[in-house]
């Protein structure tokens, strides 16, 4: 089945830098990726719609310049948190949809936990 | 209009029975509804899906109920078992469209041994 990669799987980071996350699929072409994060017991809520060789687009009350992501390839899609606090901390997941797969279902990566300390 | 709204937030069920779960959804322009499940530190897993043209889908334990009339749907665990044990989200998106899912609250089901 279509496997999409995170990376990393936690990060544990100092507040006022940079952190990046990898999103890949593995075995199938994306042509859009999704970008998530949830919060503890609480839903998914999306970001960002990223589409390859295209400039993201950002959920109303995401902060584009704090949450960089970059799709330069139909395998890989990175999010950059940038000048991170400790309110960033949270579960960061991304899904991305393949080309050509029938109805083309959403698969999600395992998730990056970020701490910001 | 882009809510979807599932209930229970929590659920426990004795080991063999039924576990149910609903949702409910008020954009029309909704015509892919999968179910994913997750466990905790995770990402969530694809379950089961539904398109409105039918409306019922069954894949081992797992059964899909649709009433696109009344724009709500459920998923059906049957001989729950421990192993069941986890957070399941219903969402909802448009294949035409940008398929952005559109997810429910979650449910945190827990099977009792």
């Known amino acids: 089945g279509a496997v999409v990669s995170q990376h990393p799987s936690w990060v544990i980071c100092k507040s006022g830098t940079s952190v990046k996350i990898e999103c890949r699929s593995l075995?199938?072409?994306?042509?859009?990726m999704f970008w998530y994060r949830q919060f503890p017991k609480q839903s998914l809520m999306l970001m960002a719609t990223s589409n390859e060789g295209s400039k993201a687009t950002y959920e109303q009350g995401v902060e584009k310049d704090k949450f960089l992501i970059n799709h330069a390839s139909l395998t890989l899609s990175t999010l950059t948190v940038t000048s991170a606090h400790p309110e960033d901390s949270s579960f960061y997941i991304c899904?991305?949809?393949?080309?050509?797969?029938?109805?083309?279902?959403?698969?999600f990566g395992n998730g990056t936990r970020l701490t910001v300390t | 209009q882009q809510q979807v709204k599932q209930s229970p937030q929590s659920l426990i069920v004795q080991k063999g029975g039924i576990s149910i779960i609903n949702c409910a959804y008020e954009?029309?322009?909704?015509?892919?509804f999968p179910w994913y499940q997750q466990f905790p530190g995770k990402g969530p897993a694809l379950l089961i899906a539904?398109?409105?043209?039918?409306s019922e889908k069954k894949e081992g334990r797992f059964t899909i109920s649709f009433n696109k009339s009344a724009k709500q749907f459920s998923l059906h665990i049957m001989d729950s078992q421990p192993g069941d044990s986890a957070t399941y989200f219903c969402a909802a998106t448009s294949i035409q469209g940008a398929q952005k899912l559109v997810f429910g609250q979650g449910t945190r089901l827990t099977i009792n041994p």
């Open positions: 075995d199938f072409q994306a042509t859009t």
């Open positions: 954009n029309t322009a909704f015509d892919y």
């Open positions: 899904s991305a949809k393949g080309m050509g797969l029938k109805n083309s279902p959403l698969h």
């Open positions: 539904i398109r409105p043209d039918v």
